[in-house]
Nanobody
Framework: QVRLVESGGKTVQAGASLRLSCLVS????????MAWFRQQPGKEREFVAA????????SYANSVKDRFMIFREDAQNTIFLQIDNLKPEDAAVYYC?????????????????WGQGTQVIVSS
């Protein structure tokens, strides 16, 4: 059983930076391509960023690629999402996900394991 626990979400001002974390436990972390998704109020969950097992390959949604960075620290069994220059439209619940398939998938059905989410609120 794989367990994912996100943390780091909080209320921040527009323009600030924030780092979200996702701790993976239960099985070998390095086996899994990972991703972050988010669900904004009143909208469906959407892809944000993905990273390969090695951490070398990454992929981003066009709306975030200049401000977000996904990376992983295998020694900590953790992936991170660094968010810079937060905008009001970044307010959402952010979810991390793990896949047993190939990396850099952008659709939810490619990811078998999900965390419970961490909420980011952006004040202007």
């Amino acid at each position: 059983q794989v367990r994912l626990v996100e943390s780091g979400g909080k209320t921040v001002q527009a323009g600030a930076s924030l780092r979200l974390s996702c701790l993976v436990s239960g099985r070998t972390f390095t086996r899994y391509p990972m991703a972050w998704f988010r669900q904004q109020p009143g909208k469906e969950r959407e892809f944000v960023a993905a990273i390969t097992q090695s951490g070398i390959g990454t992929s981003y949604a066009n709306s975030v690629k200049d401000r977000f960075m996904i990376f992983r620290e295998d020694a900590q069994n953790t992936i991170f999402l660094q968010i810079d220059n937060l905008k009001p439209e970044d307010a959402a619940v952010y979810y991390c996900a793990a896949s047993t398939g190939d990396g850099l998938g952008r659709t939810e059905n490619l990811y078998e394991y999900w965390g419970q989410g961490t909420q980011v609120i952006v004040s202007s």
